[in-house]
């Protein structure tokens, strides 16, 4: 009976993990999404800073410049929107994974909801320059507790 117990309390606490590991991990695919979009404008910056310093002085545009620029910042546009691709389809397999460990094991989700919440508040109180960020992440903790314990749809929040 002994073993037993032992035995459910280890499989809590490997489940617990998991849900912890894949919450962060859901969490970081976010983060890295919005930081690809802040690349795709700093790419796009760069290259019309890069387009106006080569055509100064000229009388007129070399097609042929022009074109090698934009090839070139096309494959850094492409490797962004592979990285995002890779990004969704990862964030879609953590988010099947999370809406399973709901249903199946929908107290140690709870669990791991409520320690996340507590973490989260600290975090929040001593963020000065991710305030935003923390609250945000602090919101959609409490909005998922709330919707689990209403026993309707705890649907984690897609990568933009």
């Not at 037993?4 to 919450?23: G, P």
């Not at 090839?71 to 809406?99: P, Q, S, W, Y």
């Not at 460990?101 to 973490?119: F, N």
């Amino acid at each position: 009976m002994a073993a037993q117990a032992l035995m459910l309390v280890e499989d809590s606490v490997a489940i617990q993990a998991e849900i912890q590991n894949e919450l962060e991990a859901r969490d970081k695919a976010e983060a890295a999404w919005l930081a690809l979009d802040d690349e795709v404008g700093i790419i796009t910056a760069d290259a019309a800073r890069q387009f106006a310093t080569q055509s100064s002085g000229n009388p007129a545009i070399d097609p042929d410049a022009a074109l090698v620029q934009f090839n070139a910042i096309k494959l850094k546009l492409d490797g962004v929107e592979a990285k995002k691709n890779a990004l969704g389809f990862l964030e879609e397999a953590l988010d099947t994974r999370l809406k399973q460990l709901q249903s199946d094991a929908h107290d140690d989700y709870v669990a791991v909801l409520k320690r996340k919440i507590v973490e989260q508040e600290k975090a929040f109180e001593k963020s000065e320059d991710n305030a935003d960020q923390a609250k945000a992440s602090l919101d959609r903790l409490k909005q998922e507790l709330a919707e689990l314990d209403a026993g309707g749809p705890a649907v984690p929040a897609a990568v933009p």
